[in-house]
């Protein structure tokens, strides 16, 4: 079993930044494709950021050149910086980690979640 909790979520006005961290325990493994995730109130959960595979990073158009994914293994935690932030980044986001390895969009992919955290931006 692996546990991922996120944090740093909160609320900030339009152009501010937040860092969430997504600190993992138990059956930790450095193969694990790990992502971020959101949820905006009436849509589906989004893929926002990961790593790959070969540990190249994606990121969707949307996010692209404001948020930042990165990761410290030897404190099994990962991150992402949120820059510029806009109003329809508002959503609960969330960390996941997925053993089989690749990344995917698909939720279905990921065995393990963390339970969220808010974040709102206000205009």
């Known amino acids: 079993q692996v546990q991922l909790v996120e944090s740093g979520g909160g609320l900030v006005q339009t152009g501010g930044s937040l860092r969430l961290s997504c600190a993992a325990s138990?059956?930790?493994?450095?193969?694990?494709?790990m992502a971020w995730f959101r949820q905006a109130p009436g849509k589906e959960r989004e893929l926002v950021a990961g790593?790959?595979?070969?540990?190249?990073?994606y990121y969707a158009e949307s996010v692209k050149g404001r948020f930042t994914i990165s990761r410290d293994r030897t404190k099994n935690t990962l991150y992402l910086q949120m820059n510029s932030l806009k109003p329809e980044d508002t959503a609960v986001y969330y960390c996941?980690?997925?053993?089989?390895?690749?990344?995917?969009?698909?939720?279905?992919?990921?065995?393990?979640w963390g339970q969220g955290t808010q974040v709102t931006v206000s205009s």
């Open positions: 790593f790959r595979s070969d540990d190249t990073t």
């Open positions: 996941a980690a997925r053993t089989s390895g690749g990344l995917y969009s698909s939720t279905s992919k990921y065995d393990y």
């Open positions: 138990g059956r930790t493994s450095s193969t694990y494709t």
